[in-house]
């Protein structure tokens, strides 16, 4: 079945909707969600979310790809129940390697007076981002938007772990040398 | 003023413009098979090798016009060997050396699938590799191994590839040097850069890069490069 045929289940509220969401895309889901919380039961539950995150914006959303769509729901409720968690027990997973050599470039501005005008970022970011070179841009995507390991980007990107991390640690420089320039204070 | 911090990054990474996730979604749907993804280095390589094969039979063909002596080739104990050699030896010094017959076997000994090696004329007698924990260490001598055994001429191209990336005496040396003083064992950001600066920049770039440099430029120009990097290594 399409991705638009699926959605049309979901403007229909048909039921059959997550049920064939959740046979196409469960196990893509829960990789994502998995490289965020390295738990699978919280797994689970961030998976299970999404499809009810995704019924509930179905309609008013009609996402073209919705491994897209559903990728960036997941993505965001993993990363909320990893903050939500983390002064619980700590997390030993991508995401808490990947924030850590994020961390290790971006000073932690959460202060008081911290004023952060988040569209902008998005702005930056995705300027930043288009404007790196095809290889770099999808090292930093698979590292930092889907949380894959060092491993598994250098597996899908064609060259070595070593390789990675160093075009990786070059282009984490260049990104704050570049949100400097855009007028934030890194 | 606008402050940043970690979370807001992520968060707004995770803002990303969906065509670039897409693309990225789509690679990741189709991995590469871990034996292709660790050959592709040496597949390049041995493209451009190939390449050079045939270009360096074009130069011997005409240097075998010139007068005796214009186009002689350096023997067994080239400039590269030894360059090979003083780099890998000084490198490790206490682990030793270990000599394959076969480019498969010495590329099995660093973890990369066993392959053929049919687009060069022959297949070398010997490969050596100096072993290193290092994995751009290995690749790197795997990768200097494979151009001195391949062909003596690109053994004279490679020579005028690291002498023309350092025509300045101290710069040079200070290349070596910092060659010469990478600790393998470190894995601070600096070493990451000076890696990625240095180390990969010769490896991937230089040989090919340099190579055309080498063969745009004049032939006697060229021997009087080698001669000079030769007379600097050897003779110090």
């Known amino acids: ?186 | 003023m606008n402050r940043l911090n970690t979370e807001k990054l992520v968060d707004s990474i995770g803002n990303i413009d969906e065509d670039m996730i897409e693309y990225v979604q789509m690679l990741r749907e189709k991995p590469p098979s871990p034996h292709r993804m660790r050959i592709l280095p040496i597949r390049a390589f041995l493209s451009v090798a190939a390449c050079l094969v045939v270009m360096v039979s074009a130069l011997a063909m005409y240097a075998l016009r010139e007068p005796p002596g214009a186009g002689e080739t350096l023997g067994n104990d080239s400039v590269l060997a030894k360059v090979v050699n003083l780099v890998f030896t000084h490198k490790n010094s206490e682990s030793g050396v270990q000599t394959f017959s076969t480019i498969d076997e010495a590329l099995t000994s660093i973890g990369y699938e066993s392959m053929k090696f049919p687009r060069l004329a022959y297949e070398p007698k010997t490969i050596t590799v100096y072993t290193s924990d290092d994995q751009n260490v290995q690749e790197g001598a795997i990768k200097l191994s494979v151009a001195y055994e391949v062909s003596e001429s690109i053994n004279v191209l490679s020579q005028a590839v690291i002498f023309n990336e350092y025509p300045d005496d101290a710069d040079r040396s200070a290349a070596m040097d910092s060659y010469f003083a990478t600790d393998a064992t470190d894995l601070s950001p600096s070493r990451e850069e000076w890696l990625v600066e240095t180390v990969s920049r010769q490896e991937d770039q230089i040989l090919y890069r340099l190579t055309v440099r080498y063969m745009e430029s004049s032939r006697v120009e060229a021997d009087r490069i080698i001669q000079e990097w030769e007379n600097y290594l050897i003779g110090g």
């Open chain 1, 1 to 186: 079945m399409t991705d638009a045929e699926i959605v049309a289940l979901y403007w229909e509220r048909s039921e059959n909707a997550i049920t064939i969401t959740k046979s196409k895309y469960q196990e893509y889901l829960m990789k994502i969600s998995y490289n965020v919380l390295a738990n699978t039961q919280d797994t689970e539950e961030c998976v299970n979310d999404t499809y009810l995150a995704a019924w509930n914006s179905m309609p008013e959303q009609r996402p073209s790809v919705l491994a897209t769509y559903l990728g960036k729901i997941v993505r965001q409720i993993s990363i909320d129940k990893y903050r939500k968690r983390k002064s619980i027990k700590r997390y030993v997973s991508e995401y808490a390697y990947s924030f850590e050599e994020l961390d290790d470039i971006f000073s932690d501005g959460n202060t008081p007076e911290q004023i952060l005008d988040e569209k902008e970022l998005d702005d930056a970011i995705n300027r930043f981002v288009r404007g790196l070179p095809e290889k770099e841009r999808n090292l930093f995507i698979g590292r930092y938007y889907f949380f894959d390991s060092l491993k598994q980007v250098a597996g899908y990107n064609g060259m070595s772990e070593a390789k990675a991390k160093s075009i990786l640690f070059r282009t984490r420089k260049k990104l704050k040398e570049y949100l400097r320039k855009e007028g934030f204070t890194v």
